[in-house]
């Protein structure tokens, strides 16, 4: 989704790397590339990987990038921490081995203060930056840009799983309020100069360097908010989500607006729910979204086709992505059923007594909603009607 606030600072980050000579290269795919070794692209950097494991070679030395991300880990979160997405936008800046570490260090970090600062407007004194103890010229280039909120910390550092390369990190942290303990993550830097899986073994003579800044958070940084879902981003459309329904609570409206966007934009790149890799995530997804939907009282439609139009697709496109919707329930309720006839069956056979919650949900392969209906005593068969009047 996006607001006028959240265009504004891409376009401005569009601008700004080109005047600092980085070839802006627009989003790849969700999907990650199959040699990337992940089933979606969850940063900017990973279609600059090999660039910065040398493994090849880019003519292009300092590259730019807003990537559209997906990252499925910790989903159970989304919703409640304020701070992550299923789906998300992050700005990205790379130097691919241009030049040694005291250059690409002090140019790297410059375009990204400056950026917050002087382009986007954030308060300098509410900036903090995390610093590894004997990062000496990363710490020097922070204090002549006249930060001295600076952190040391010997968690900054980096080994990549593929290739014997280490890095040193720099964060940029924003002080929701007065308290330091409020800091939160804006943007990560990250310098690939140790050709060794420990840091200061091996150091090379010219230094790769990666970043990944979340658009969500520097607009909540800019709006002055505490949550990303108080943004301008999102808060319009969980504010039309709460206003479909009469439940209270703000943090499932907030969950169920993460999986819509999730869904949309999965579905809008051309992934089918299935039962393999990236369209089994989409398939999760989905019927996540159903059960929510279920449980707030609302209309799964009315909040896909409202999430469409935030997301800026062509409205007349709705009908083939709600088509896909629609099918997919209709498969999920038919396994429902199947699964309840299952647990019917166990429950004649044995008792009620005799089935647990594991059995239901591996083997029938029930939501937690029906199991709790079961194991308090509803009758199967009038749950198997709630699920075929679903589609009716």
């Known amino acids: 989704m996006e607001s006028l606030v959240s265009k504004k600072i891409k376009d401005s980050f569009k601008s700004f790397s080109g005047e600092k ?36 070679e880019s003519d292009e030395k300092k590259v730019s990038s807003i990537q559209r991300c997906l990252r499925t880990d910790g989903m159970k979160s989304i919703g409640y921490s304020g701070r992550h997405h299923l789906f998300f936008e992050m700005l990205g800046h790379f130097m691919l081995y241009e030049s040694a570490e005291k250059e690409t260090k002090e140019e790297f970090i410059k375009f990204a203060y400056d950026f917050l600062v002087k382009v986007v407007g954030l308060d300098k004194n509410r900036l903090f930056v995390t610093v590894h103890p004997q990062d000496i010229i990363t710490l020097e280039t922070w204090k002549k840009l006249g930060n001295n909120n600076i952190l040391l910390t010997s968690e900054n ?53 990666d970043s990944g800044a979340s658009l969500e958070r520097i ?21 039309y989500l709460s206003s479909l329904s009469s439940y209270e609570s703000i943090d499932e409206f907030r969950r169920l607006a993460d999986f819509l966007n999730a869904s949309v934009n999965m579905i809008d790149e051309g992934i089918i729910p299935g039962n393999k890799v990236q369209p089994y995530v989409l398939r999760k997804i989905l019927r996540t979204i159903f059960d929510m939907c279920d449980t707030l009282g609302l209309n799964y439609e009315d909040a896909v086709i409202e999430c469409i139009k935030r ?16 099918e997919e329930l209709k498969r999920y309720d038919k396994s429902i059923e199947n699964g309840l006839a299952m647990a019917l069956k166990m429950i004649r056979r044995n008792g009620i007594e005799k089935v647990n919650r594991d059995f239901l949900k591996s083997t029938c392969g029930l939501p937690d909603k029906y199991i709790d209906k079961i194991l308090s005593g509803d009758d199967i068969n009038d749950i198997s009607l709630l699920v075929k009047k679903r589609n009716n």
Do not use: C, M
């Open 311 to 326: 997301n800026n697709i062509n409205i007349n496109r709705k009908e083939e992505l709600l088509k896909i919707y629609k």
């Open 21 to 56: 000579g980085f070839v802006y290269h627009g989003s790849d795919p969700l999907i990650a590339k199959e040699d990337s070794r992940l089933l979606f692209n969850i940063s900017g950097g990973v279609k600059y990987q090999d660039e910065l494991l040398e493994l090849k």
């Open 157 to 209: 550092t980096f080994t990549s799983p593929y290739a014997d390369k280490s890095a040193l990190r720099t964060e940029i942290k924003w002080q929701r309020d007065d308290d330091e303990k409020s800091l939160v993550e804006l943007w990560n830097l990250v310098f690939t100069q140790f050709d060794s899986k420990e840091v200061f073994i091996n150091p090379s003579s010219r230094v790769g360097a």
């Open 219 to 239: 607009v909540s940084a800019y709006e002055n908010k505490s949550n990303n879902y108080e943004n301008s981003i999102w808060l319009p459309y969980i504010n």
